[in-house]
């Protein structure tokens, strides 16, 4: 996978502050920056044995290179936060600014093992208070149009599809 | 004969489809259409227009720097983009439609998009497709 025609953007990204909280089963999550030098491991094994079927749009990547490649990528260019149980990453968002600068584009992931816990919601309505005191304008996110129950959760925190031809492109002002 | 162009956003790869292009239309000794298709009424923001408008000159004016013979159309007929590109082809007796394909989005999902995939199965022309 090539991950040129990106421009080094060094984005001063604010600090994000851990959150402990409770799954809906109430087991303990650890919602909280995502540190490349120490965590590159753990993200890499998640995503290792991500369920396939459950990959999105090229995401993530099959091989282990390919997950390599598109982590280092993302660590340079974007601001990441992950969820934590029992010290083993279990979902992750990210986040990396547009060309402009004025928007951020998401994309998340929560291991399958660990969905319908409500903490691909945490970590969604987390990302959207720290995007807002970040003086972002907005959220973008693409999805594939047949991902009916991603692009309902979407929708619950106000993402509306702007561009329906393609595939799905939702879009959240943060501004008024 | 003809080279129909589609642009659909500035990014460094529509750089790419316009360099193409520009090289191409030099080697066949043919003019270029540079097309931005929009829907229109309620479907098409006024803003959408003014970008399709600013993308199309700044296609026009390379062109004009090197010296190639070209016309700029902004397709707003009420159409979805593959089908007015298609017909806009066939109109201008186009020998070839240029289109860019597969974009990243910055968080590094991969798009196809369903516009380039029902180009390539429905035009009349050979398509060159920029990645």
């Not at chain 1, 491991?41 to 390919?66: A, N, T, W």
């Not at chain 1, 907005?138 to 009916?148: D, F, H, K, M, P």
């Not at chain 2, 186009?94 to 380039?116: C, D, E, N, Q």
Request: net charge neutral; aromatic share 10%; hydrophobic share 40%.
């Amino acid at each position: 996978m090539v991950l040129v025609e990106r421009r080094e953007v060094s984005y001063n990204f604010p600090d994000f502050e851990p959150v402990t909280a409770k799954d809906k089963f109430g087991n303990d999550c650890l919602i909280r920056k995502y540190e490349h030098r120490k965590d590159r491991e753990k993200l890499i094994e998640m995503y290792l044995s991500f369920d396939h079927s459950q990959r999105c749009l090229g995401l993530p990547p099959v091989s282990k290179e390919g997950i390599e490649r598109w982590i280092d990528y993302l660590a340079k260019s974007g601001f990441g936060i992950v969820a934590e149980v029992d010290d083993r990453i279990v979902g992750h968002l990210v986040i990396v600014p547009t060309e402009d600068g004025k928007n951020v584009d998401l994309t998340i992931f929560v291991h399958q093992d660990f969905q319908n816990k409500g903490i691909g919601q945490l970590l969604m309505s987390l990302i959207i208070d720290y995007c807002k005191r970040a003086g972002f304008e907005g959220i973008t996110l693409v999805t594939e149009r047949t991902n009916s129950r991603a692009i309902h959760v979407y929708k619950k925190f106000g993402f509306k599809i702007v561009a329906p031809y393609y595939e799905c492109d939702m879009y959240l002002p943060l501004k008024e | 004969m003809a080279i129909v162009v589609a642009l659909d956003k500035k990014s460094l790869r529509s750089e790419r489809v316009l360099e193409f292009a520009l090289k191409e239309a030099k080697l066949r000794n043919e003019k270029l259409f540079f097309v931005h298709s929009l829907f229109g009424k309620e479907k098409t923001k006024a803003e959408e227009v003014i970008e399709g408008e600013k993308l199309l000159e700044w296609a026009a004016e390379q062109a004009k720097r090197e010296g190639i013979e070209f016309e700029k159309h902004l397709l707003i007929r009420g159409k979805e983009p593959a089908e007015d590109v298609i017909e806009f082809a066939n109109d201008v007796a186009a020998s070839m439609i240029i289109i860019g394909v597969r974009k990243r989005r910055p968080t590094g999902k991969v798009l196809f998009g369903s516009v380039a995939q029902e180009i390539i199965l429905n035009a009349a022309q050979p398509v060159v497709c920029i990645k």
